[in-house]
C-alpha cells in the first residue's frame, strides 16, 4: 500500500484521566476535521506518566478507534512528566552530519539520566550563524516508558509512527490555529490532570519548557476530602456539576471555596516557573497566555492565572481554524471539547511521511 504524502497521522493523547483521539485530513480549503473523541480512564491506570493497567487503556484505544471507525493506523502520540526531559542548549555552528556524531556525547553533559536508558531526540531551533553557535533542543525521555506507550498503541490495532512531547503538540496546534507573531512571546500551559505542561514560545521558537507535578487531581482529591464523598462526585462538583444537581444550581459556597484556594495554589506555582524564566531571559516579556487540558475549563483558574500572572489569559480552541461539519460536529460540542483537544489536535498535525 503506498501511503499520500499528504496523510494525517491519528492523533492519540493518553492521558492520567483520559484517552483523546483526533483525526484531521488535509483539503483545498486547509485542514478538515473528521473525527474527536474521549474516553474516561478511571484514577491510577497512568501514574506519573507511567501505565499501570495497559489493559484498560488498550480497550480505551480500541473504543475509540471502532466508534469513530477509524481507518486510518498510522498514529502519533506524545509524553511528558518527570521521565522525560526538554532543555535548549547552545553548541558550535556544525552540519547535521555532525550534530548527529556528537549529540550522544552533549546529551550526557545535560540529561540526569543514564544515557542508555533513554531515547535522543534534537532539533535546530535557533541557528546563530553570525556568532559561530547555533541553539538546539534537545529531547530525553524513558525506553521503559516510550515502550510501554508505543505496546498499548499497538496492541489496540494501531501503528504508533511518531513520538513527541506534549508541549511540542501544544506548539504546533497554537501555531496553527493562531499563527506566532513577529516579537510576540506566548506561553502555552497545558492543565491535565496531574501534570501541567509549559511551552514558553517567542517568535514561534520555544525558550522554556517546563512539567509541575500538579493538576486537576488535586483540585478533585481536596473536594472528595473535605466533603467526605467519591472521586466521582468530587469531580461532577470540580467541573460545575454535582449528584443530583439541575444544571442552573449555584455550586455550593464551600466547592467555590476549594476550587479557588487549588486554584491560587496552582497559578503560583505557574507563577514561580515564569519568574525563572524571566530571570533568564531579562529582555522577554509576556504577550499572552494560552491554556488547554480539562482542568482549563474552570473559569475560575483562567481568572486567577491572569490576576497573579498580570498577562492576558485565555483558553485556547484547538478548532479555530480547522473545517468541520456542523451537523456531525455542532458547534456547542466542539466548543466543549477544544480545552481538553489541544494535544491531540496538535498531534494530529503529524503526517505519515515524517520519519
Not at 467541573?239 to 491560587?264: C, H, N, R
Not at 475560575?300 to 483558553?315: D, M, P, Y
Not at 466543549?336 to 520519519?355: C, F, H, K, M, N
Request: proline share 4%; hydrophobic share 40%; charged share 25%.
Amino acid at each position: 500500500m503506498v501511503i499520500s504524502r499528504s496523510q494525517n497521522c491519528v492523533g492519540l493523547d493518553i492521558g492520567s484521566s483520559g484517552v483523546k483521539l483526533t483525526v484531521l485530513k488535509g483539503s483545498k480549503r486547509g485542514l478538515e476535521l473528521k473525527a474527536f473523541d474521549h474516553e474516561t480512564l478511571p484514577p491510577e491506570t497512568i501514574v506519573d506518566g507511567a501505565v499501570m493497567n495497559a489493559t484498560v487503556v488498550e480497550d480505551a484505544i480500541h473504543k475509540l478507534t471502532s466508534r469513530n471507525k477509524i481507518k486510518t493506523k498510522e498514529t502519533a502520540m506524545s509524553v511528558s512528566g518527570n521521565t522525560v526531559i526538554v532543555k535548549k542548549i547552545r553548541l558550535p555552528l556544525m552540519t547535521q552530519e555532525e550534530l548527529e556524531e556528537s549529540i550522544q556525547w552533549e546529551a550526557e553533559q545535560h540529561i540526569p539520566f543514564d544515557i542508555q536508558d533513554v531515547f535522543i531526540g534534537f532539533e535546530v531551533v535557533a541557528p546563530k550563524t553570525e556568532q559561530g553557535q547555533m541553539d538546539v533542543a534537545l529531547v530525553a525521555a524513558k525506553k521503559e516508558m516510550i515502550n510501554d506507550y508505543q505496546a498499548v498503541c499497538m496492541n489496540a490495532g494501531l501503528e504508533p509512527l511518531v513520538v513527541d512531547v506534549d508541549a511540542f503538540a501544544l506548539q504546533n496546534m497554537y501555531e496553527v490555529n493562531y499563527g506566532y507573531h513577529r516579537g510576540e512571546t506566548v506561553v502555552l500551559i497545558d492543565v491535565g490532570n496531574s501534570v501541567v505542561t509549559m511551552n514558553v514560545v517567542s517568535d514561534g521558537v520555544t525558550m522554556f519548557t517546563r512539567d509541575l507535578s500538579l493538576g486537576g487531581s488535586d483540585i478533585t482529591e481536596e473536594i472528595q476530602r473535605q466533603l467526605n464523598i467519591t472521586y466521582r462526585e468530587a469531580e461532577l462538583y470540580k467541573m460545575g456539576g454535582g449528584p443530583g444537581m439541575a444544571s442552573d444550581e449555584v455550586l455550593p459556597q464551600e466547592v467555590e471555596s476549594i476550587i479557588q484556594d487549588k486554584a491560587e495554589d496552582m497559578a503560583h506555582e505557574i507563577q514561580r516557573s515564569l519568574d525563572f524564566y524571566a530571570a533568564t531571559a531579562a529582555e522577554e516579556e509576556i504577550d499572552k497566555i494560552a491554556l488547554s487540558g480539562g482542568t482549563a475549563a474552570i473559569p475560575s483558574l483562567v481568572r486567577t492565572i491572569e490576576r497573579i500572572s498580570g498577562v492576558q489569559t485565555e483558553v485556547a480552541n484547538p478548532f479555530r481554524k480547522i473545517d468541520y461539519d456542523e451537523r456531525e460536529f455542532p458547534p456547542d460540542r466542539i466548543q466543549e471539547w477544544a480545552p481538553i483537544a489541544g494535544i491531540s489536535v496538535g498531534l494530529a498535525l503529524r503526517r505519515t511521511d515524517e520519519t
